[in-house]
């Protein structure tokens, strides 16, 4: 215990208020998302199956941005304007939530938001791992990933408590999420300093084919191990959507993001700082393992105990994976290609995640709810078959330095 507060203590001060600003912007993203699903199909009348392609094309969006955004970020040497640039747009698209009238709207709203956080998160990334010292690493990507957490459980916790307070208002509760957004932006552009880098340094064209050539094979096997997880991790409206089939007022479905992100936010930090002394891949192993197990409970009832399971389980699974797989793309790319590293990263990964959401809604409207779980078990035993087949490179992700 003693050891985990002198880490903390020796995380820099940007990395903490960095944490915060994520923190601030999920409270106002999650008071809008942690109702959206329930919104689009109880006051839209949209399918499960337009509910995720929603909900892929727009999480799609945001990491396919981050390839431009993270190597534009490289070519600068500069990573806090796009940073404040993706935070603004972010905050600007919240009011349209409330105003929306139509699933195109929605529609609309939802790639603002998104293009918003495509541009800002590998900048933000490669600044955290810009700024935190190398044995730190995990821990800072932990910290970070754990304030962004809490904000992510406190969103849904005050959108449950206006919901009941406003008799179910939608667009009341969508309209409080402004306040928090415009937050953040201003914590980022006051709090934060970036570290300076030597003139030498910029303007570097990150894409040209002899800096990728840089980017390692065991960089690019965390690419493809992304990828392939990411498939078994489609949007977690799915998960509302299934506890308000089995019965959750509507006014209590917040409550499931809110149990999934207490338990996220708890794991994250700890399960970072363990990844700066454990092998990654064997810690990610285990988080595709506890997504297994979610998912099998999900699919197996939507009583309210096989419920909180699952939820209590996609969570830890989430606190054990999501900072760790950051670090992954840290530590096997060169310093002044971090950017371009997470984007690539973000690209795979945006690919898998519209395919992953598409599937899963068309799955549910055909087979029904616990076939949509199986499938996700299916795409977690390919990728756990994969860390199996490339052992010899497992080993090196762990270790290997840029």
Not at 124 to 143: E, H, K, N, T
Not at 285 to 309: E, H, T
Request: proline letters at 4%; glycine letters at 8%.
């Amino acid at each position: 215990m003693r050891t985990s507060f002198t880490t903390l203590r020796r995380i820099p001060p940007a990395i903490w208020a960095l944490g915060f600003v994520s923190l601030l912007m999920d409270i106002s993203s999650e008071l809008i998302h942690s109702l959206l699903p329930v919104f689009m199909v109880a006051s839209l009348g949209a399918s499960m199956f337009v509910v995720g392609m929603i909900e892929g094309v727009a999480e799609a969006t945001a990491l396919i941005v981050k390839v431009f955004s993270g190597a534009l970020s490289d070519y600068w040497g500069k990573r806090k304007p796009l940073a404040v640039m993706g935070y603004g747009l972010g905050a600007i698209s919240k009011p349209l939530f409330a105003l929306a009238s139509t699933v195109d709207f929605v529609l609309t709203a939802r790639l603002m938001d998104r293009v918003g956080k495509g541009i800002r998160g590998a900048p933000r990334d490669a600044l955290v791992a810009d700024i935190a010292p190398p044995d730190l690493r995990g821990a800072a990507f932990g910290l970070r990933q754990s304030l962004d957490t809490v904000g992510a459980f406190l969103g849904p916790l005050l959108a449950m408590g206006l919901m009941v307070l406003w008799a179910n208002d939608f667009r009341a509760v969508f309209w409080v999420a402004v306040i928090p957004a415009f937050l953040a932006v201003a914590l980022l552009f006051f709090g934060v300093q970036e570290p300076e880098k030597p003139q030498a340094a910029r303007r570097v064209n990150p894409i040209k084919r002899e800096n990728l050539k840089r980017l390692s094979r065991a960089y690019w096997w965390v690419v493809a191990i992304g990828g392939v997880f990411t498939l078994a991790r489609f949007s977690e409206a799915f998960l509302v959507l299934r506890a308000h089939e089995g019965g959750l007022p509507l006014a209590f479905t917040p409550l499931v993001l809110v149990v999934m992100n207490i338990v996220y936010a708890v794991s994250a930090y700890p399960f970072g700082k363990l990844a700066d002394s454990m092998s990654h891949t064997r810690l990610l192993a285990v988080g595709l393992i506890v997504l297994i197990a979610a998912d099998c409970a999900l699919a197996y009832s939507n009583q309210w105990m096989w419920m909180s399971i699952g939820i209590v389980l996609w969570g830890l699974h989430l606190g054990l994976t999501q900072g760790l797989l950051a670090t992954m793309v840290a530590d096997t790319a060169p310093e002044d290609l971090r950017g371009t590293a997470y984007g690539f990263f973000n690209l795979v990964s945006g690919v898998a995640l519209l395919v992953a959401s598409g599937l899963a809604g068309l799955i549910w409207d055909r087979l029904g709810a616990s076939f949509t779980f199986l499938a996700g078990t299916f795409f977690c035993i390919v990728a756990l078959i994969m860390i199996a087949a490339v052992s010899g490179v497992s080993r090196n992700v762990s270790t290997q330095k840029p």
